[in-house]
């Protein structure tokens, strides 16, 4: 056998293809900006572009291969392609043989908010146990999961895949792909609302992950949300016999005793299935802890080392877009920004804001929130928005941006001393924002992706030099 992470025959044999000549390849790839010499480039076709279009490029920056439906005009006569019916589903047929041939133990994780931040906790804390494999970046949906799995080598001990959804099915259809040995649910929350009709509804689409878990396998749940009954009652549904809860209250299987916070980060004390343990991590936040909580059950889950597994958290830092932290060299001295632009539900949202109200300012600075909306929450959006006030409040925010037609609801029910500006976009206020910035101040940004909050990043950096 060789040390390729795909030979010709291997994929021909998974995909049902057929290779114009030999290959191996050390990786799989769908995008050719970031492909490296060696890999597998899959030409997805998609409603904005067509991968066959790129093949020819994937060939000169040194792919090993394509996976092809046709054979594109402009490909080197040479090019080592391999032909199937459809590129997806090619893809998804190398997720599940790469799956069916994995050697680790795998962890799935899905939830309305924290998955990635969960997984990369994972990541950290299981390759401390052994080689790790996990999904990259926020690869969570009908792609990014096949492709995570189709990179994973054979002899990982470990597999860490994140799945996402905004449909019903979506979690079915991706984690019978994963087929996960513990499935973590971060929490339930309002999201994607206008695709679902309740809160309910969104934990009845999250808890198709349990349907994928084998004989034996451990469901993971949050233990004060207010779908956690809903959730256990899945997974029994599911035929789930071991499901596990983590959070603050007593009967947690996994119970934060406390949590202390410095400028290094925090201090958590928890008891993990009965075991004391206290480990720091490089992150701020109540919404960090349960993430880092219910990352702990899940090593305890697959039977890991708990003591070793928690060590590695002390050097987890916040992710970008999910909580990073940068300083802003500003003339009358430095402010701070907190980078949450990644995404937005009222839940983290609220979280975020949280942060903020945690954070102090110096030299006379001040807590400033620069919010835009949180997208696909239906009818209920203006409402939910508008709700975010006492969030606001209890932040102690004295200056609030706001950017979008939703969160202009939460805007106008502030009082006039904490409005800074309301504006269409992101690129309205952007200047405002840089305008408003002086030394000592605490800067949360927090939208969805939609919002295009990291105009706003850009802004802030180019003005003043961030590091």
């Not at 998974?14 to 990786?27: I, S």
């Not at 990179?151 to 905004?166: Q, S, T």
């Not at 349960?290 to 305890?300: I, K, M, R």
Request: aromatic share 4%; hydrophobic share 45%.
């Amino acid at each position: 056998m060789t040390g390729a992470l795909w030979t010709s025959q291997e994929a021909e044999a998974a995909t049902f293809g057929r290779a114009t000549r030999a290959f191996e390849a050390g990786g799989v790839s769908i995008d050719t900006r970031t492909l490296k010499s060696g890999e597998l480039f899959v030409a997805l076709t998609g409603e904005m572009r067509d991968g066959h279009g790129f093949v020819a490029r994937a060939m000169a920056h040194g792919a090993a291969a394509a996976l092809v439906s046709r054979i594109p005009e402009d490909a080197p006569e040479d090019a080592p392609l391999l032909l199937v019916a459809n590129t997806q589903r090619g893809l998804e047929d190398l997720g599940r043989a790469a799956r069916a041939r994995a050697y680790g133990r795998i962890v799935a994780v899905t939830g309305s908010a924290g998955k990635t931040t969960t997984k990369e906790m994972l990541r950290l804390m299981l390759a401390a146990l052994g080689a790790t494999h996990a999904s990259t970046s926020s690869y969570n949906n009908q792609w990014g999961v096949p492709l995570s799995l189709a990179r994973m080598p054979r002899r990982d001990a470990y597999g860490v895949f994140e799945i996402g959804m905004n449909h019903f099915g979506e979690v079915r259809t991706l984690a019978a792909f994963v087929r996960p040995e513990v499935a973590l649910v971060t929490t339930i929350a309002p999201a994607h609302l206008e695709y679902f009709d309740s809160v309910e509804a969104i934990a009845d689409a999250k808890s198709e992950i349990f349907e994928a878990l084998p004989t034996g396998g451990v469901a993971l749940v949050p233990a004060e949300n207010p779908c956690t009954a809903r959730l256990i009652a899945r997974a029994r549904q599911a035929g789930v016999d071991q499901v596990l809860t983590f959070g603050e209250s007593s009967g947690s299987d996994a119970r934060l005793v406390s949590r202390s916070e410095s400028a290094e980060g925090m201090r958590l004390e928890a008891e993990i299935l009965g075991r004391r343990c206290v480990c720091r991590v490089a992150a701020v936040g109540a919404h960090i802890a349960h993430n880092a909580l219910g990352a702990l059950l899940a090593v305890a889950a697959l039977d890991g080392d708990v003591a070793q597994a928690a060590r590695s958290l002390a050097s987890f830092a916040a992710l970008n877009g999910r909580g990073a932290r940068f300083t802003l060299p500003l003339p009358d001295g430095p402010a701070e920004v907190i980078d949450e632009s990644y995404n937005a539900n009222p839940a983290s949202m609220r979280a975020a804001l949280a942060l903020l109200g945690s954070a102090v300012p110096e030299n006379g600075g001040r807590r400033i929130a620069v919010l835009g909306d949180m997208l696909e929450l239906g009818i209920a959006s203006a409402s939910l928005h508008r709700e975010l006030a006492s969030a606001v409040e209890d932040a102690r925010a004295d200056l609030v941006f706001a950017c979008g037609r939703d969160m202009r609801a939460l805007y106008e029910r502030l009082p006039s001393s904490r409005r800074g500006a309301w504006g269409e976009t992101s690129a309205t206020i952007a200047p405002k924002v840089v305008e408003a910035l002086r030394a000592g101040d605490r800067v949360l940004i927090k939208g969805s992706l939609g919002s295009r909050m990291a105009v706003i990043l850009d802004a802030l950096k180019a003005g003043g030099g961030a590091h």
